[in-house]
């Protein structure tokens, strides 16, 4: 056991979990939307019995804010940055003596995108985002319409499937992978990989789901080291081929970039997607409305991100003294940014839990986030999802789902791990 990753562990999630477990048998709220199956099953009715009149509420050792608006504004508020709390001091000699060997490149520790403020924030983010502009998205439209019908042609016609694992994630790790020059057959590794990594975006994880979250970014350092050697051999036409022959990152800023990509790239839009299919087969009105106005499919898309955010929450630690929302906070004060209770909050989306693809203002949602940190890759989401659920619900009109869909054990990234469905027969046209 390295004892960085115990520091780590007790820090982010030891300490947590200890008074998360004690909030939980007094009933709080909190800890069971946080850390209850509550809050992984049906983190609406918690939400709203927590609202109040908005603004931010005092919860355990820190805030939390369930109003569009102020999440919105605190996101945008260069006096909030992001990061971690220390927990448990240490002094510069026991810091320097872990330091010799770091944390391996992972999504939640910086130099991750996710985990650092400017200036940095910029010198990370900027060799990436020429992949991700609108005009570079677009020129992936043809390639995510092959392999979403490559991957509706090998569904069983008329039979039953899983729709995530045969659709949902296969639609977005095909497309990252590639546009990261991994090989295909790699895919269902980088899919494993992602599954033991995403719960470092909670808090309070066991000590077991942390050290398979550890050992699996192990195993992606060492991948990523000898592919970047590949590259820097014979470059491709790709966005890490770039960052290694063009940008002035370290091996372990590279390796950073590449796995935040990674799991960016399919981890958001695998629970976007999943999210979609059921709201849509759930709402079968709604997805007549689509089959007889088409042009209304990108706005569905915002409305179920609106609804069901399949990112639910994100956090920014004060880095002065400051005043909002009526509240003093001072340094370190951390402050919870519900996003799923943002995009309900009556105050901006009237009847905010009634699924409405017409809903006019359904793009306010906080989906994405806002501010320096909104997600780079949200237009190819939105691209992949639009041209997904559309391609699938139109190839088999008769698609239901069999059995309840399965939840993945996440509170931060929300979705599912499993969609019992049975396809239906397959239409012979599709427009």
């Not at 240490?90 to 403020?117: E, F, K, T, W």
């Not at 629970?271 to 106005?293: F, M, S, T, Y």
Request: hydrophobic fraction near 40%.
């Amino acid at each position: 056991m390295r004892p960085q990753y115990l520091y780590r562990w007790v820090n982010h999630h030891g300490l947590v979990r200890a008074a998360e477990k004690v909030k939980l048998r007094q009933g709080d709220l909190f800890a069971r939307l946080s850390g209850g199956p509550e809050g992984i099953e049906n983190p609406y009715a918690l939400i709203e019995e927590m609202r109040g009149a908005g603004g931010l509420h005092r919860v355990t050792s820190a805030w939390i804010t369930f109003d569009h608006d102020l999440c919105r504004e605190i996101l945008r508020d260069n006096r909030f940055g992001t990061g971690m709390p220390e927990l448990v001091p240490l002094s510069g000699r026991a810091r320097a003596l872990l330091q010799r060997r770091p944390i391996p490149p992972n999504p939640v520790d910086p130099p991750s995108m996710l985990m650092i403020d400017q200036p940095e924030h910029t010198r990370m983010r900027k060799p990436v985002a020429a992949a991700f502009t609108p005009r570079a998205v677009a020129r992936l439209r043809d390639r995510i319409a092959g392999v979403t019908d490559e991957l509706l042609t090998a569904l069983p016609d008329d039979g039953p499937v899983d729709l995530v694992t045969r659709f949902a994630s296969q639609v977005p790790i095909a497309i990252i992978s590639e546009m990261l020059g991994f090989p295909d057959s790699d895919r269902e590794m980088f899919l494993q990989w992602g599954d033991e990594i995403s719960p470092l975006l909670d808090l309070g994880i066991s000590w077991q789901a942390h050290s398979r979250a550890m050992k699996a970014s192990e195993r992606i350092h060492a991948y990523l080291l000898d592919h970047i050697e590949r590259l820097r051999a014979e470059p491709g036409d790709d966005i890490l081929s770039s960052l290694v022959t063009a940008a002035d990152l370290t091996d372990h800023e590279l390796c950073t970039s590449a796995t935040l990509l990674m799991g960016a790239g399919f981890e958001t839009t695998v629970n976007l997607i999943g999210k979609g299919i059921v709201w849509l087969l759930e709402h079968p009105d709604q997805l007549d409305r689509l089959r007889a106005e088409p042009e209304l499919w990108s706005n569905a898309v915002e409305e179920v991100l609106r609804i069901d955010a399949p990112v639910q929450t994100t956090a920014r630690v004060a880095l002065t003294d400051l005043e909002i929302a009526g509240r003093r906070l001072r340094p370190g004060s951390t402050v919870v940014l519900s996003l799923a209770g943002a995009n309900r909050d009556p105050a901006v989306f009237p009847d905010p839990a009634r699924f409405d693809i017409t809903r006019e203002n359904a793009k306010n949602h906080l989906g994405f986030s806002s501010g320096i940190h909104v997600c780079l890759g949200a237009g190819l989401a939105r691209m992949e999802a639009t041209h997904a659920l559309r391609a699938l619900t139109e190839t088999f009109p008769d698609l239901r789902l069999t059995d309840p869909p399965t939840r993945r054990p996440l509170f931060t990234l929300h979705g599912y791990s499993h969609l019992p469905a049975h396809t239906g027969a397959r239409a012979r046209t599709r427009v």
